[in-house]
């Protein structure tokens, strides 16, 4: 069977599944008619296509019959199959699998960038939601007193996504509800990067995390260098606080810093490539839909930056009897 790009993502998924420790069943009395494997790299496509469960099984699916037959389907799933599964794993299994992502890279010592970005929790049009908002004011009987000034917010979806700047992958993820500032929520999302095992060499942020605590926790518990420019310009430097503030306004590296930009081009990949809402209808298989996006992502990533390779001929091309089994170098330096 010829292996078409969506093949190698498929592979590339169920590889990361392997890695992350994912068994291939849930239980031993499970009935064996598809395994996790198959469920994952479901799920995953669901989000390319970005239609509901039904449609895809009886639309998209339909019309993919060598993935059909890579995955060994004896049948096609029930969308209510695949619906419990998603109910079923955990956000923090899909997290692991996201921390898989720069397997098979080479890369031994990370560079690492942060970036804050937003999902709509519907689907539905704002102009849509604003007309039918607007005649339930209408038709709505007026109490007495004053009206209320008080705006409803918006329900959005705040996503900090960690990225290794050279290889482009997404490594961490922190999904809230609420705003706030960025600079707290670096270290929940850099504790889990770290559970990887391996060595930070640079870490680069914008000015929404200039703060002190932030380059002491880089520097002293990563082991990194920080490069997080300073607000506020005309303050003069003997009046910022911070020793490692004051090091920014004295000088910073602008060529590392700008690959800072590469993480602004991951949430613009995978928002413009899949969009920037989300199908569920509770908070959590919403977060779950971002998660398999962006695995999604790094799988096809990887395969992009494989076949780059293997064009300028860098590395050889994998033999028909090493397909199966995973290769033991890397193909980036660090």
């Avoid at 998924?13 to 198959?38: A, F, H, P, T, V």
């Avoid at 929790?121 to 109490?143: D, G, I, L, M």
């Avoid at 914008?206 to 932030?214: A, T």
């Amino acid at each position: 069977m010829h292996e078409t790009p969506l093949i190698q993502i498929c592979r590339r998924i169920i590889e990361l599944c392997k890695r992350s420790g994912i068994k291939k069943y849930s239980s031993k009395y499970s009935n064996k008619l598809y395994d996790n494997y198959q469920f994952m790299v479901l799920l995953c496509l669901k989000q390319k296509t970005g239609v509901g469960y039904d449609a895809f099984i009886d639309e998209e699916l339909i019309e993919l019959p060598h993935i059909v037959e890579f995955l060994q389907l004896k049948s096609i799933p029930h969308p209510d199959a695949i619906n419990k599964f998603a109910n079923r794993i955990k956000q923090s299994v899909l997290e692991l699998v996201l921390l898989q992502t720069t397997a098979r890279t080479g890369i031994k010592k990370l560079f690492l960038g942060q970036d804050g970005t937003g999902f709509k929790a519907r689907k539905a049009s704002s102009y849509y939601t604003f007309r039918v908002e607007y005649v339930q004011r209408t038709n709505k009987k007026r109490k007495r007193g004053r009206p209320k000034t008080k705006r409803k917010r918006k329900k959005y979806l705040y996503v900090q996504i960690m990225v290794e700047l050279r290889t482009q992958m997404p490594l961490g993820v922190l999904i809230t509800r609420t705003p706030g500032g960025d600079a707290k929520k670096f270290a929940p999302v850099a504790k889990k990067v770290m559970k990887l095992g391996k060595s930070v060499k640079i870490v680069c942020l914008d000015k929404g995390y200039d703060d002190e605590k932030v380059h002491e926790f880089i520097r002293e518990v990563m082991e990194a260098l920080s490069i997080i420019p300073a607000r506020n310009k005309d303050v003069p430097i003997h009046r910022t606080s911070g020793k490692y503030r004051k090091q920014m306004k004295r000088r910073y590296s602008r060529k590392k810093y700008f690959m800072r930009n590469k993480n602004e081009t991951v949430n613009s990949v995978v928002k413009r490539r899949w969009g920037d809402s989300t199908l569920a209808m509770n908070w959590r298989n919403q977060n779950k839909e971002v998660l398999f996006r962006l695995i999604f992502y790094a799988a096809r990533r990887f395969t992009s930056i494989l076949f780059l390779l293997q064009a300028i001929k860098i590395i050889p091309p994998l033999k028909r009897k090493e397909e199966s089994k995973f290769i033991g170098g890397g193909f980036l330096e660090s």
